[in-house]
């Protein structure tokens, strides 16, 4: 089955730098990789996402990165806010066949420092 | 739509007891997950629904736990007889298959979770 591995456990930042999460994975034919911000109390929210015909994504102040000769992805943050402060997690799966449950990351805690 | 809805959102229990959680999809799904997530272990994949069936419970961990979709709109989780390792939070999650075809596909939506401790 397919194994995420990710990096760092846990990130401090000064407010206003960047942030950057990374992951690799197992399975070669994992097509799908989402990353998903959880905060305290909650269940985990998907932010963004990222499938395997594509290199890179961007949505404003967050892009995720795709290796696929590698079977690595990372998640990139710029400008960090006191409210990206949560628990990020990377997740990979295969779309299509019927297998359809992710395969999660331990998980980063962002802390952003004032 | 509400979202993702579990029930209880906490439960204390005493080992041997049976637990059940609840979970409605949201409507229009036809997947469901349960999560387990603990510090030592982050995020398992228990089992997974498709269109009501169980596709894959590789991730149950043990006879003690069981799950059932009885219909679209709701699903349980059964621990019987619960331990103190149960205790984690369990999540539940919903989406469209990625079979359906559908743009947001594999997008899974989760509940706010079940925190279980067992004494």
């Known amino acids: 089955g397919e194994n995420v591995e990710q990096h760092p456990s846990t990130l401090s930042v000064q407010e206003g730098d960047s942030a950057v999460i990374k992951c690799t994975y197992s399975?070669?034919?994992?097509?799908?990789f989402p990353w998903y911000k959880q905060e305290l109390g909650k269940g985990p929210q998907l932010i963004i996402d990222?499938?395997?015909?594509?290199g890179e994504k961007k949505d404003q102040r967050i892009a995720v990165t795709l290796n696929k000769t590698a079977k690595h992805f990372s998640l990139h943050i710029t400008e960090t806010q006191p409210e990206d402060s949560a628990v990020y997690f990377c997740?990979?799966?295969?779309?299509?066949?019927?297998?359809?449950?992710?395969?999660f990351g331990k998980g980063t805690h962002l802390i952003i420092q004032p | 739509d509400a979202g993702v809805i579990q029930s209880p959102r906490h439960e204390v229990t005493e080992m041997g007891q049976e637990v059940t959680l609840r979970c409605k999809p949201i409507?229009?799904?036809?997947?469901l997950f349960w999560y387990r997530q603990t510090m030592m272990r982050g995020l398992e994949l228990l089992i997974y629904?498709?269109?009501?069936?169980?596709?894959?419970d590789s991730g149950m961990p043990e006879d003690r736990f069981s799950a059932k979709m009885p219909n679209a709109s709701f699903s349980t989780l059964k621990i019987q007889p619960s331990e103190p390792r149960d205790s984690a939070v369990y999540f539940c999650?919903?989406?469209?298959?990625?079979?359906?075809?559908?743009?947001?596909?594999?997008?899974?939506?989760f509940g706010a979770g079940s925190r279980l401790t067992v004494l």
């Open positions: 999650a919903s989406s469209l298959g990625a079979a359906s075809g559908a743009s947001g596909a594999n997008v899974l939506t």
């Open positions: 399975d070669s034919a994992s097509n799908y």
């Open positions: 990222i499938r395997s015909n594509v």
């Open positions: 997740a990979a799966s295969y779309s299509g066949g019927g297998a359809d449950g992710l395969t």
């Open positions: 409507s229009g799904h036809n997947s």
């Open positions: 629904f498709n269109n009501n069936v169980p596709i894959d």
